[in-house]
């Protein structure tokens, strides 16, 4: 079977990188351009589970263009994704831009929620997304399969999608579907402010017939000056479990990042997670410090000292060094 994976994943890129190399050459304005990128990580921890190692997170490789002048797509694979690693379809979707108030995508795509489960990893300024947006999310990948609207006016936009609620390369189980979105608002052009909601239903466990409730809301603010950079979000989620049972998420992080020069940056972030339970309530605080170097205009390094406190694994306190390297397409 893991061969058949690793098969699959192979076929598709020799199906797309020709196309993206020849699209490139034939055409004097090319549509087309090859997109990826290859992700290295270097961890050492006190945990258990973080030993000094070399790994590979992500390899992903894919195209994407326009075939006409209002329509894209984008199809990218990745070799090798967590949390198994194995060989995944990762975008792959369609893009019909009516007006700048109306665009329509189909496909499988990044669900439209808060800031950092939207955003490529390439573009957050970390690189990794915060623990707190990992632990609450629901879908695979961060994506799922579905249809969206999105368009703006002015200071406002909005993001609306009808997904599967399953994640990413699932099946859905489920006839109602998932309702999520986000709004935002920029009233100047350094500050922005958004408002996310999603709407669906789960099934608790693989053995469960029926569905039951599970929604998420946030708020989101992203803003610049000079140098300086601050974003932070709040996310609340609510899950309906069995036997008429519940649980409340709350969290959030404060990232702050300070552009040195054109090729360092120094990184700070601060996240706070609690889970409230009929019986338990645990929480998690994680302090990252950090700097990001351009090698080159497509090659990144990262280091990252983090300090947890998190009661939902058996080691209370955790110290992690990390060192990653970030190649794009």
């Known amino acids: ?161 009808v997904i599967n609620g399953a994640g990413a390369n699932v099946i859905e189980r489920i006839d109602p579907k998932d309702f999520v979105g986000r709004i935002s608002l920029r009233p100047m052009s350094n500050f922005e402010i958004g408002l996310s909601g999603q709407l669906g239903r789960y099934l608790p466990d693989i053995t469960a017939d029926d569905h039951i409730a599970r929604n998420k809301y946030g708020i989101d603010l992203n803003y610049r000056v000079s140098r300086l950079q601050v974003r932070s979000e709040i996310i609340y989620r609510y899950d309906e479990l069995p036997s008429d049972q519940e649980q409340n998420w709350i969290g959030g992080y404060l990232l702050g990042n300070y552009k040195i020069n054109d090729s360092l940056n120094l990184i700070g972030r601060f996240e706070y997670l609690e889970r409230d339970t009929d019986t338990v309530l645990k929480t998690m605080r994680s302090y990252l410090f950090g700097a990001n170097y351009a090698v080159y205009g497509n090659i990144r390094l990262s280091g990252n000292y983090e300090f947890r406190q998190d009661y939902f694994v058996p080691d209370v306190k955790d110290h992690l060094v990390t060192v990653q390297m970030l190649f794009v397409i």
Not at 33 to 45: A, E, V
Not at 69 to 74: T, Y
């Open 1 to 161: 079977m893991q061969h058949l994976k690793h098969t699959w994943f192979f076929t598709i890129l020799l199906l797309i990188v020709p196309f993206g190399i020849n699209a490139q050459d034939t055409n004097p304005a090319p549509d087309f351009r090859l997109t990826g990128f290859f992700q290295q990580h270097l961890s050492n921890g006190t945990h258990n589970g973080d030993p000094l190692a070399f790994s590979i997170r992500r390899i992903r490789v894919g195209v994407q263009g326009r075939v006409q002048d209002n329509v894209s797509f984008v199809l990218v694979a990745g070799g090798l994704e967590p949390p198994d690693r194995n060989p995944q379809l990762v975008n792959a979707f369609v893009n019909v831009n009516f007006s700048p108030a109306l665009s329509v995508r189909a496909g499988q795509f990044f669900v439209p929620f808060g800031l950092e489960g939207q955003e490529s990893i390439t573009r957050n300024p970390a690189i990794d997304r915060s623990l707190v947006v990992r632990r609450l999310n629901t879908h695979r990948m961060f994506r799922d399969i579905g249809v969206q609207l999105s368009g703006g006016h002015g200071m406002f936009s909005y993001t609306a999608a």
